[in-house]
């Protein structure tokens, strides 16, 4: 997945300016910025969740498998469930925990029961969190904890068999604990998907990230290796903002 | 010590206020159980009216008025779940919002005389239907829609965003976040709507006296463009023959069942209100 020359505006405000990007296959890309310098909106561009913003106007191209996913014959759904999205609060719909694993896929394809119980173990074990519930499947999901709800977020996800995962801090509303589950987890689920992450806890960043992007006031400042970026950082706005937390862009 | 006084004389002002409204509630209701309990008895309620509704019960007012407003919320219910989704899902647009408002806040505050009136011109004389029971009903419709599209509106929009997103994310077209995410949250709140809705249909007179209802002479109907007697209209003749004190007894007695039946519908209402917020507070 990758990004090209790509520009967001939300009616006048020029949110995103002149993006360039590239996110490598199986790896932790971690979008770290200010609030307000638009990562969030670059990483809702990357599954067209920001359609239905009022106002927003594109420009350039989002490039998955090769073809642009602005382009108007593209599936947004199809495309959508290639592309999954984890949300900064756990959204867990009103059923049981089982339901919530398939409630995506069983959209896609009518599933047997078997095939149902085979999806909501494998998905539940990869976020770690089979054994905490195999024995209350049916219960209703909002029964567990914040952390819980947010990794059968991620279960949901991962049953669709995406190919991208973005996460738009998806710890940010969780206790320190449940961060960690989730953080191991995600340096697991890189062997199979890509990931693409953004948070504001640069020390999170350094933890997980494989690839590092810098966003500034809409600006890409700077991107590249984790490890490169965190002790040789290019940009003195990349070293000043890791370091401090701080940014004058 | 002034602060505190007018403090004392503001609670005072409230309490007396409620104390008011309730007097009156118990006051009216007290006026029309005790007047018209003694009018109630089975060959009342299930018996058909005699001389001119002097005699006889209203078995077919109440099943008129029983057609009337089903077959007003069978007809009103989907339009107005449609028109609430509209609104809230594709209308993105601020001032076609207003223009929206305004419209539906409008047809809410035709007087219903005003319905009854285009229902006798419009159907009655240009279309010919003659005093139908149906055309009465999708008068009754028309008239009860901004209820529903309100309270459907208020509570599918009132869902959080979030649902939305998350579920667009996993893959769902717009139908299938309508279908599987909305509807199953927000239906609750079109139902207490159509209750509500149902409940000042049936008490409605105005609307139904020129176009649907006969006093006298009418059973069960057997087409649609027939007439039907219905409790409002056939209490309102009732109250006309106030010389006769047998009529107004039963005028009486028929005001009861009528307040029953909309209480039926009010505290449905309420009960499915109270258990949404159960479940949106779990």
């Known amino acids: 997945m990758s990004v090209s020359d790509f520009h967001v505006w939300i009616k006048e405000a020029h949110i995103l300016n002149n993006i360039q990007l590239n996110f490598p296959e199986n790896q932790i890309t971690c979008i770290v910025g200010p609030s307000g310098s638009g990562k969030s909106t670059l990483i809702r561009s990357l599954n ?27 599936d947004v759904a199809e495309l959508r469930s290639e592309v999954g999205m984890v949300f900064q609060k756990p959204c867990i719909f009103p059923k049981s925990i089982s339901e919530n694993v398939v ?66 801090e998806p710890t940010s509303s969780l206790d320190p604990v449940s961060t960690r589950a989730i953080e191991d987890m995600m340096l697991k689920l890189k062997e199979h998907y890509t990931l693409v992450f953004v948070t504001h806890n640069i020390q999170q960043a350094k933890r997980i990230a494989d690839n590092l992007v810098f966003v500034c006031d809409g600006k890409v400042i700077e991107q590249g290796q984790a490890s490169r970026m965190f002790y040789q950082p290019t940009s003195s706005k990349t070293a000043a903002y890791l370091n401090t937390e701080y940014c004058e862009c | 010590m002034t602060r505190h006084r007018y403090n004392l004389l503001f609670s005072a002002f409230a309490y007396s206020a409620v104390a008011f409204c309730g007097a009156l509630l118990i006051f009216l209701f007290g006026v029309i159980i005790w007047k018209g309990i003694s009018a109630i008895s089975f060959d009342f309620l299930f018996s058909p009216s005699r001389n001119f509704g002097a005699e006889g019960g209203i078995v077919y007012q109440i099943l008129g008025s029983i057609l009337l407003v089903l077959t007003s919320a069978l007809i009103s219910f989907p339009i ?117 809705g149902m409940a000042r249909a049936i008490g409605e007179t105005a ?76």
């Open chain 2, 207 to 282: 609307p139904i006296m020129f176009i649907a209802t006969a006093f006298s002479g009418v059973d069960v109907p057997s087409s649609l463009l027939e007439p039907v007697a219905a409790l409002p209209t056939h209490i309102l003749a009732l109250a006309q023959q106030a010389t006769n004190p047998n009529a107004l007894q039963n005028a009486w007695g028929a005001s009861f069942v009528l307040i029953l039946l909309v209480m039926t519908f009010s505290i449905s209402a309420l009960f499915i209100r109270i258990r949404r917020q159960t479940i949106s507070q779990r």
């Open chain 1, 103 to 168: 409630f995506g896929v069983q959209q896609q394809k009518k599933l047997s029961k078997a095939d149902k119980e085979q999806i909501v173990e494998e998905s539940l074990k990869e976020v770690a969190l089979w054994d905490e519930v195999s024995m209350r499947l049916n219960d209703k999901a909002s029964t567990l904890s914040i952390g819980q709800q947010q990794r059968l977020c991620i279960a949901r996800t991962l049953a669709l068999k995406p190919k991208v995962i973005l996460l738009d």
């Open chain 1, 48 to 74: 067209r969740i920001n359609d239905d913003v009022q106002g927003l106007t594109t420009k350039g191209k989002v490039l998955f498998d090769g073809q642009d996913i602005y382009n108007k014959s593209v």
């Open chain 2, 80 to 196: 107005a779940l449609g028109t609430a989704l509209f609104k809230s899902e594709y209308l993105t647009n601020h001032r076609w919002q207003k223009v929206s408002n305004i419209l539906i806040y409008g047809l809410n505050g035709v007087p219903s005389v005003i319905f009854g009136v285009f229902g006798l011109i419009f159907f009655v004389n240009i279309l010919g239907t003659g005093i139908s029971w149906f055309v009465g009903a999708i008068i009754l419709a028309i008239m009860i829609l901004p209820t529903i599209i309100l309270s459907a509106y208020q509570s599918i929009n009132s869902i959080p965003t979030i649902y939305r997103e998350g579920a667009q994310a996993l893959g769902f077209t717009k139908w299938q976040v309508i279908k599987k995410v909305l509807l199953p949250q927000g239906i609750n709140g079109a139902i207490t709507g159509l209750l509500i």
